[in-house]
């Protein structure tokens, strides 16, 4: 499932980071999602494309990390699962400008502990405003463009979440449940004008998540 790969993803690359990076490391994941191409298509396709996110490649001990991961490092391939999930489906532009400021956004990085790859030619390095494990770059020769068409964010979504239909999500509203003070579960009514106010408000937001 891409939600997966795209957690083992971000913990190969970053789980020695701060939440921030491995954050911004999911940013970058989607902005290349948002411009198929080269590098692959959606989410799974970019990060299992060849040579791109070393963590993958066959022999880096990365590899070995990511596979075990769930089993012997749980707590943190937990955390970095909630990102992606997060990343796949609320993560927005607006959220990519309060990491990296105004795009277009960055589609590579490295760590500080190397020097900035010859191949990147003239790319910009886009600055953090927190002290970052990684250097962050957009504007590489051949970056493809954004795809109107190909949405792979509301696309793979599907792979994390069922799809809804309207009547569906009516009879999940009123049969909506509250939790007492003592912790007894009881029922709570809601008027006719209430479920209809909460089922359009709900409704139009998946819509145009």
Same mark, same amino acid.
């Given at each position: ?18 939440? @921030? ?12 999602? @948002?411009?198929?191409? #080269? #590098? ?17 490649? %066959?022999?880096?001990?990365?590899? %070995? ?7 012997? &490092?749980?707590?943190? =391939? ?32 490295? &760590?500080?502990?190397? $020097? ?5 030619? %003239? ?17 590489? $020769? ?6 109107? !068409? ?14 809804? &239909?309207?009547? &569906? @999500?009516?009879?999940? +509203?009123? $049969?909506?449940? #509250? !939790? ?17 106010? +909460?089922? $359009?408000?709900? #409704?139009? =937001?998946?819509?145009?998540?």
């Amino acid at each position: 499932m891409s939600v997966e790969v795209l957690a083992k993803t971000i913990y190969g690359e970053a789980r020695g980071q701060a939440v @921030l990076d491995r954050l911004a490391v999911g940013a970058v994941i989607r902005e290349r999602a @948002l411009r198929p191409g #080269w #590098w692959g298509r959606g989410f799974e396709g970019v990060c299992l494309a060849p040579y791109q996110f070393s963590c993958w490649n %066959e022999g880096d001990p990365n590899r %070995e990390a990511i596979e075990k991961a769930e089993q012997e &490092d749980r707590k943190v =391939y937990f955390s970095c699962l909630t990102l992606a999930e997060y990343v796949m489906t609320h993560f927005k532009d607006q959220d990519a400008v309060e990491l990296f400021g105004p795009g277009p956004f960055p589609t590579h990085y490295h &760590d500080l502990s190397i $020097d900035k790859p010859k191949g990147w030619g %003239e790319a910009e390095e886009v600055r953090t405003s927190w002290a970052s494990g990684f250097k962050f770059y957009r504007g590489l $020769d051949g970056t493809p463009g954004r795809s109107e !068409t190909n949405r792979p964010a509301q696309k793979e979504v599907l792979e994390v979440n069922r799809t809804i &239909d309207k009547d &569906d @999500l009516e009879r999940e +509203i009123r $049969d909506i449940r #509250w !939790t007492s003070s003592d912790g007894e579960l009881g029922e709570r009514q809601f008027l006719e004008d209430d479920v209809q106010a +909460i089922l $359009d408000a709900v #409704w139009n =937001y998946l819509k145009e998540a």
